[in-house]
């Protein structure tokens, strides 16, 4: 590892790692992507924002755990050569951590040859106390003991190895578990996260021009490479946006003013299931229900995570719960995003 502060003791590997973190995070946005809030991110991990916040706080050593290194690594697409530091950093900060809150070496026992001693510890040592003997019988039975765990042990070569192993199915069980069924407060984002309770604005489809900026943009050029138009996806609802949706609009017989209002959304979206074959229209149902606070992953493919997310979006919306994108439920994606931003 070039530049790495594990091995040469430069640098605490909590601070390295916090530094690396933070600017995975702070590069994130690039390649027409949005930066993510600490708070979109942290449900997407399963922590809470305090608990992130000190993570990539580069004035404080980071804690974070391997796992969340390596989710942070994949949500933040961050450059894949930093994935073996980023995770030697935190085993390294682990146990750095560890060995400060070891306790102290407890001292020698006291054997039966020092029980009432008043010799010195050491050379020039004051005398210890003198400490009450033992009783001979009580010794005697604590040794038997201590001989009896031994002969056990040695005449059970198989036990040791037999109970590793089946601690070690355990984890490989629990670690499956936690992969597979999605519970709160675990990695799974969408589990763990809650449905925003910021109500609609409305029921109508809103008004996405040029000018505007973020989600409408970048919603509406997902849907127009959907449909065969090869736009950038960079969240800026411009010149070429515009013309885009003029020549969408002529193609089906609107008129082409480069606006997409109630008679171009209908025609723009398309249904969201298993069969549906656009994955650019899948990708924009998937940060439609991010940014309504329904986070799920963002493929571009209707996978079981997705559905769910549908289906816990239609829910809190008192929509039919099918697991479906149709176009009521298009509809109320788009009236339960933030509000309109321009350049």
């Not at 025609?267 to 799920?296: F, N, W």
Request: charged share 25%; hydrophobic share 40%.
């Amino acid at each position: 590892m070039t530049g790495s502060t594990v091995a040469g003791h430069e640098e605490h590997p909590g601070r390295a790692l916090a530094k690396l973190l933070r600017n995975w995070w702070e590069s994130s946005a690039r390649g027409g992507r949005e930066k993510p809030t600490q708070q979109s991110l942290a449900k997407r991990l399963g922590v809470d924002q305090t608990t992130l916040s000190r993570y990539l706080n580069p004035a404080h050593a980071s804690t974070a755990p391997r796992r969340i290194v390596e989710h942070l690594h994949a949500v933040l697409r961050a450059p894949a050569d930093d994935l073996v530091r980023a995770c030697a950093l935190a085993d390294a900060a682990a146990g750095a951590s560890t060995a400060r809150k070891r306790p102290a070496a407890t001292p020698p026992p006291v054997t039966a040859e020092r029980v009432g001693s008043t010799e010195p510890a050491g050379s020039g040592a004051p005398a210890a106390p003198a400490v009450p003997a033992v009783p001979a019988a009580r010794a005697s039975e604590r040794n038997g003991e201590r001989n009896s765990r031994a002969r056990w042990r040695d005449r059970s070569p198989i036990a040791f190895p037999t109970l590793a192993v089946s601690a070690f199915l355990l984890l490989v069980l629990g670690c499956l578990a936690w992969w597979v069924v999605p519970t709160a407060g675990e990695g799974d984002a969408k589990a763990a996260a809650k449905v925003s309770d910021r109500r609609s604005e409305g029921t109508e489809w809103p008004l996405a021009r040029q000018g505007h900026v973020l989600w409408k943009a970048r919603t509406v050029q997902y849907l127009l490479r959907a449909n065969g138009f090869d736009v950038k996806v960079d969240a800026d609802y411009g010149p070429a946006t515009a013309e885009a949706v003029k020549k969408f609009q002529a193609a089906h017989g609107l008129t082409p003013d480069g606006k997409v209002g109630k008679d171009t959304w209908p025609l723009l979206i398309t249904m969201i299931d298993s069969r549906t074959p656009k994955s650019e229209a899948i990708r924009a149902v998937q940060y439609l229900l991010h940014h309504a606070g329904v986070p799920t992953d963002s493929s571009g493919t209707y996978t079981l995570s997705t559905m769910r997310s549908l289906k816990e979006f239609q829910a809190s919306r008192k929509l039919p719960v099918t697991g479906i994108g149709d176009e009521d439920t298009w509809r109320a994606l788009l009236n339960a995003q933030g509000p309109d931003r321009y350049k």
